[in-house]
């Protein structure tokens, strides 16, 4: 056997690696993650996967959104259970809290939907206004309650306070 220069007695590099495996060119994209490669005619090119953390990046304002929409219309509820318990309403005073809850949850929902797109916020705050009324129309649904007669009034009223959030939301967004 010949001894070519390359053994561990007489030499401190590295052992010889065929360069094979290593890519010709490399594909450049901030969300993508490279780490297997692809034989081409033109020779090897790393494939590229993209990794999660660019979906959840994204999806993110719409989960927080959702959350602070839920938890505005929580509190809201409370409040008005409160004052319900308290003072002695009208009639009428439900209805008008369940709008004040749904509303301001829409309103909030849009704001982060908004702000967290940074642009089109008419449109994502009125996304996120429905969002958060078919998630209050599911619970009322699943609880019994659904009666049909304030379907529509609740629907508008909550894509139009979304809408408002949604344009709040982006311009908070733009101050930053």
């Known amino acids: 056997m010949q001894n070519d220069g390359r053994t561990a007695a007489n030499s401190t590099a590295p052992p010889f690696i065929p360069h094979s495996h290593l890519p010709d060119k490399v594909i450049k994209h901030p969300s993508a993650t490279y780490i297997c490669t692809k034989?081409?005619?033109?020779?090897n090119a790393m494939v590229k996967r993209r990794s999660y953390k660019?979906?959840?990046k994204k999806l993110r304002p719409f989960v927080k959104g959702a959350v602070a929409g839920t938890v505005t219309a929580a509190v809201f509820t409370v409040i008005g259970a409160f004052l319900f318990n308290i003072a002695d309403a009208p009639s009428g005073a439900d209805s008008v809290m369940a709008y004040v809850s749904l509303g301001a949850s829409a309103a909030v929902c849009g704001m982060f939907?908004?702000?967290?797109r940074g642009k089109n916020g008419f449109a994502w705050g009125t996304l996120g206004g429905l969002a958060m009324f078919a998630l209050c129309f599911a619970v009322t649904l699943i609880s019994g309650g659904f009666t049909g007669t304030e379907f529509l009034p609740k629907l508008i009223s909550s894509a139009v306070c979304g809408c408002i959030g949604g344009i709040i939301g982006v311009n908070i967004a733009?101050?930053?």
Do not use: Y
């Open 113 to 116: 939907f908004g702000g967290g």
């Open 174 to 176: 733009a101050e930053r």
């Open 54 to 56: 660019a979906a959840i």
């Open 39 to 43: 034989k081409t005619k033109a020779g």
